[in-house]
């Protein structure tokens, strides 16, 4: 396969890097959260650990033969991170690094791609949270790097509460979104308002005509012509969401729930799981780029209703 510019390998090896050591630090933080559990029923269960799983892209599209020796670095795959277990009713923390080359269909879609033959290199990060308490809002981060023939990063994260209008939902939205609020203002004061914005648009149920959440922040094709700062941007997004959710989930996971919260919530996610089938961008560029179905289908919850 043609190899990518030289040049832009290192920040590659360092974006990589970067996504790994994140995922390691949110499991470790989630782990925790299993660990303090005191409050509610589920307490009398084991803490929930991660179980991780690496895949390689199939020979054909430019991966081993082999799946990755354990330990090993990324070069062309992923690693699923899963949990399920008292606090976390289901967790999913990805990350990849990929290769290969866009189909001419898909091509056209993604900026620089066409100029090179299709080729591209991505690697990120995506994680899904699904509370087993209705009181705990699920969650979405991801941050990712994208090369073609030009480079951009992209990313965010937002909040889903399942139960709507009440005190509770109003402090964890004001923290959560403030917490990313100083992660864009180190870089841009413009950045916020900006992607929080295009967070609102872009999480929207047109069909129910609804929003997913209370949203946060997204971008996408960030590249503003310096490399270490958007890479440092992307770094304090991810950070940002280590400070703000462990935090709100701490806060609420000792509280008990009714039945009838708990039916809220499977309706809520039912929410969830029709905005990743029918306009989730990471879900359609994982499948197309014949990504793992496994791992990006990984967001959607063990249990949703529709009334």
């Known amino acids: 396969m043609t190899s990518f510019d030289a040049a832009s390998n290192i920040g590659k090896a360092e974006a990589a890097a970067w996504f790994r050591e994140l995922r390691d630090r949110i499991c470790a933080a989630f782990e925790a ?53 008292r606090v976390f009713e289901k967790v999913g923390v990805n990350i990849s690094t990929v290769e290969g080359r866009f189909s001419p269909e898909f091509r056209a879609q993604i900026p620089g791609a066409e100029e090179n033959g299709g080729l591209f290199w991505a690697s990120g990060i995506s994680l899904v949270a699904h509370m087993r308490s209705p009181r705990v809002p ?69 069909h129910r005509q609804e929003p997913r959440g209370v949203g946060g922040i997204f971008y996408d094709r ?46 809520r996610r039912g929410r969830y799981v029709e905005f990743n089938l029918l306009y989730d961008r990471g879900t359609t560029f994982g499948l197309k780029t014949n990504g793992n179905t496994e791992a990006i289908l990984m967001s959607l919850p063990p249990e949703a209703k529709w009334p």
């Open 222 to 267: 960030h590249d503003t012509g310096n490399w270490a700062d958007d890479f440092a941007f992307t770094r304090d997004v991810g950070l940002a969401f280590l400070e703000a959710f462990p935090a709100i989930v701490d806060r609420r996971m000792n509280y008990g729930w009714t039945e009838e919260e708990r039916e809220r919530q499977l309706v």
């Open 33 to 85: 959260l299993e660990d303090q559990l005191e409050g509610t029923v589920h307490a009398r269960l084991p803490p929930g650990r991660f179980e991780r799983k690496r895949w390689a892209r199939p020979a054909e599209e430019g991966g081993p033969v082999q799946d990755p020796a354990p330990g090993a670095p990324l070069t062309n795959g992923g690693e699923m991170s899963l949990m399920k277990g």
């Open 138 to 206: 699920a969650v979405h981060m991801n941050t990712r790097h994208i090369v073609t023939s030009k480079g951009w990063f992209g990313g965010g994260a937002d909040l889903t509460p399942m139960l709507l209008e009440t005190a509770e939902t109003a402090e964890d939205r004001d923290f959560f979104h403030s917490s990313l609020k100083a992660a864009c203002d180190r870089h841009d004061p413009a950045y916020y308002p900006r992607f929080k914005e295009w967070c609102d648009q872009y999480f929207y149920l047109p």
